[in-house]
């Protein structure tokens, strides 16, 4: 008979602390060596992290205690067993290429910088000469973060640019990831404050959007199968637009509590699903659609049951708690966003103030304007002579037609609530704004990438992917190089 070999039983809890010890001393001697050290303040506390040597000292003492005590089951063993176990998960490897994505995407901003260039008549904001410190500082991430510092503030007239148009979920998270790394320490002026604000909101959009990836590839578990699910994840990492989950921006918040809230009410965890859409709600403008999207899921069911259940079996009660329930969770998106228009009132004495103020930024009410506009410049010049001319809108409407395009799709495979999203985000924005960051918008409308996954080849994922991670290649350069993208 053959012996089954038995794995190794766990270790004591001493050395599981003591290797952890290890690792986190490993991880800040490469944290420190690449960025130069960091400052940790927590109320009472202030911890100085710059000593490379000190940090690998630490480390390998540790190794040498814990393996001296306890040498079986050694650390590099237990790692790769860990990491092996850890990425054999199809969740855990959704989430760990949200993550390698992102730090891509990071990698090619700054390189970019250092070989192409900044755009100097374009550059909004410089925070620092060092253009690693200062890759975050691009565009609307200078409004996230002057409010994270300083709060909102209204200047009495409504024909300019202010912060109040900015939602404050994603500011006030930045707020919170910037304490411990110093944004707000003694004796600092406030262009260091502001780069570390934006530091902490990279590291909140990067983490947001791995728990997206991680929502995203269970609701995909349940609308298009497993088999199916990672690929969609891995389109949504890949798209071209998805390069604003790597910058202090607030797309992965609204990512996160838009398919985060969609899941739960799916599975009538209401309580879950009015926390991640009040999350969306106040994340961005458009959140508040959400609510009619989570409410259509929510009468769905009974919609379904009128239509093909018998006729002479009485249909089972609901429960008036329970429908409750559901409608304010559906309520959620909506009632963020009239909380946040009181706090607007109060500041501007318009409800709606932060709406007025899109216009600075040319959102207007102008129809389909944009569009028979964009018709009769191709039909007098030709298309290649329009995309030569305009170049940053022709890659915002390749956007919009992808969205376009997938409604049918994704109306068919994943049902009518799911194509409502995408519709209801979409066409307000185009109406009042024309291609203006309609790529964007197109990257947080996940059940895109759902509906792709679920229609096309598997042998046909690994191009696709590849053709998007060209395409976010080439964005990530005229984004981090401050070319005009939005």
């Known amino acids: 008979m053959e012996a089954v070999e038995t794995p190794p039983a766990a270790p004591p809890a001493w050395v599981r602390a003591l290797d952890a010890g290890a690792v986190v ?70 989430v760990f290429e ?48 002057g409010i994270a510092l300083n709060g909102y503030s209204f200047g009495g007239t409504f024909d300019r640019q202010q912060n109040v148009a900015f939602f404050p979920a994603f500011p006030m998270l930045m707020r919170a990831a910037g304490y411990p790394i110093g944004a707000f320490a003694p004796g600092i002026g406030n262009e260091r404050r502001m780069m570390r604000l934006l530091w902490g909101g990279v590291f909140v959009a990067i983490a947001a959007f791995a728990w997206a990836a991680w929502y995203l590839w269970r609701l995909g578990c349940d609308l298009i199968g497993e088999a199916r699910a990672g690929p969609a994840v891995a389109l949504l990492a890949a798209y071209p637009f998805a390069l604003f989950y790597s ?14 809230a969609i899941y739960h009410v799916r599975r009538e965890q209401f309580a879950a699903a009015a926390a991640f859409g009040a999350l969306a709600g106040f994340a961005r403008p458009n ?3 959400l609510s009619a999207v989570l409410a259509l899921l929510v009468v769905q069911p009974f919609v379904d049951r009128a239509r093909t259940g018998p006729r002479d079996e009485p249909a089972a009660p609901v429960r008036a708690g329970r429908l409750a329930a559901a409608l304010l969770a559906a309520a ?66 390749l956007g919009l037609i992808f969205a376009l395009g997938m409604l049918w799709p994704v109306a068919r495979r994943l049902g009518p609530a799911f194509a409502l999203f995408i519709l209801v985000n979409v066409v307000p924005p185009m109406l009042a704004g024309g291609v203006l960051s309609m790529g964007r918008v197109t990257a947080t409308l996940f059940p895109l990438f759902l509906g792709l996954a679920a229609s096309v080849h598997p042998r046909a994922v690994t191009p696709l992917v590849t053709a998007f991670a060209a395409g976010q290649g080439l964005l990530a350069v005229l984004f981090f190089t401050w070319r005009p993208l939005f």
Not at 247 to 260: C, D, H, K, R, T
Not at 334 to 352: K, P, Q
Not at 361 to 385: C, K, M, N, Q
């Open 287 to 289: 959140g508040c659609f």
């Open 98 to 145: 949200a993550i390698t994505s992102r730090a891509a995407v990071l990698a090619v901003g700054y390189f970019a910088v250092l070989t192409v260039g900044l755009n100097r008549p374009t550059v909004g904001f410089e925070l620092s000469g060092n253009p690693l410190s200062n890759l975050p500082g691009r565009f609307d991430a200078g409004w996230y973060g």
């Open 332 to 397: 959620a998106p909506g009632l963020a966003m009239l909380a946040f228009s009181l706090f607007v009132h109060n500041l501007t004495g318009s409800y709606f103030g932060w709406a007025r103020l899109h216009e600075a930024w040319g959102r207007s009410y102008g129809g389909l304007a944009p569009v028979a506009r964009a018709y009769g410049w191709i039909t007098d010049e030709g298309l290649l002579h329009v995309m030569e001319g305009v170049p940053y809108d022709t890659l915002n409407s």
């Open 247 to 260: 910058a202090p921006y607030s797309e992965s918040l609204f990512l996160l509590g838009s398919v985060a």
């Open 25 to 94: 001393a490993l991880f800040l001697t490469a944290f420190v060596f690449l960025f130069g050290g960091f400052d940790l303040r927590l109320p009472g506390i202030a911890i100085r992290v710059h000593s490379t040597p000190r940090l690998l000292f630490i480390a390998a003492a540790l190794i040498a205690i814990r393996h001296a005590a306890h040498p079986s089951v050694p650390l590099h063993r237990r790692l790769r067993t860990g990491i092996r176990g850890w990425r054999s998960s199809a969740a855990a490897s959704a």
